[in-house]
């Protein structure tokens, strides 16, 4: 079994930053992609930004320049560092991983975690 635990959210300022992370743990044979995707009320869940395992990257246009994603392969945790936060981030952000597992090496699974929020103030 796999999980997925969050940390990070929280309430800011606009202009301020916050950092979120993810670190998968469980019955792990590899970690593929990584990243982090939101929902806002009333809207679709959507890409922030995600990470390969050999570190390319892709974001989502509204936070190109001010969000950076990273990650620790030895520790299956991945960042998300928010500078210049503006209201509309305001959101639920979920963990995303791509795993394959011990007991399934011919797999590849999606998780999903928790969720954590994000509330930036005007």
């Known amino acids: 079994q796999v999980e997925l635990v969050e940390s990070g959210g929280g309430l800011v300022q606009a202009g301020g930053s916050l950092r979120l992370s993810c670190a998968a743990s469980g019955s792990i044979f590899r970690v593929n992609a990584m990243g982090w995707y939101r929902q806002a009320p009333g809207k679709e869940r959507e890409l922030v930004a995600t990470?390969?395992?050999?570190?390319?990257?892709i974001y989502a246009d509204p936070v190109k320049g001010r969000f950076t994603i990273s990650r620790d392969n030895d520790k299956n945790t991945v960042y998300l560092q928010m500078n210049s936060l503006k209201p509309e981030d305001t959101a639920v952000y979920y963990c995303?991983?791509?795993?394959?597992?011990?007991?399934?090496?011919?797999?590849?699974?999606?998780?999903w975690g928790q969720g954590t929020q994000v509330t930036v103030s005007s």
């Open positions: 995303n991983a791509r795993i394959i597992t011990a007991r399934n090496k011919f797999s590849e699974n999606t998780y």
């Open positions: 990470m390969t395992s050999n570190g390319r990257t």
